[in-house]
């Protein structure tokens, strides 16, 4: 990431430094995720579509830790590989949106909400800024090569009421309460950053 861009990352020790922790990602590029891999303080494992595994690319990414989801179901082997990384004390990246788009955390999905509860792991809500602005002139799905690419890691959070609760009601109001953080961190990202 360091030798194609030129990325600024800003608050990396608001990230424990050990201990199981989510780090809740905004998504509008495919360069998101890399770009927090080779920027976290600590190793990411990515919960990733399931078609993104094919070719050469699948070995490489399960070599580097990172978990195959199929987006089409409930999909229980990947749920539990996941609780599996939160429970050795693992960092587990979530794009909450399920998918890219405009990157505003505005249509949560209820998958960060389940795991924050379920594993009692504090959120650290991260903005990936600048990777969408414009396309590169080289190779057009890409950011310019040498922009700047904002990281900014916020305050980590838990996302239950303390009540331990896993109902329905309780995961809606975690997404509710996960949304309202992500969105003020994601404003106060760009405040900072000027983007």
Known sequence: MYGLWKPRVLGAWRVPAAGPVILAVNHSHNIDGPMLMGTAPRPVHFLIKKEAFTGPLGPFLEGIGQLKVDRTSADRAAITEALGV??????????????????????????????AVRSGAPIVPVAVLGSAERKGRLVRGLPPLRSRVDVVFGDAFEAGDGSGRRTRKALDEATARIQQRLGAHLADAKRLTGR
């Open 86 to 115: 939160l429970e050795r004390g693992g960092v587990l990246g979530i794009f909450p949106e399920g998918t890219r788009g405009e990157g505003d955390f505005a249509s949560l999905r209820a998958g960060l909400a389940y795991f």
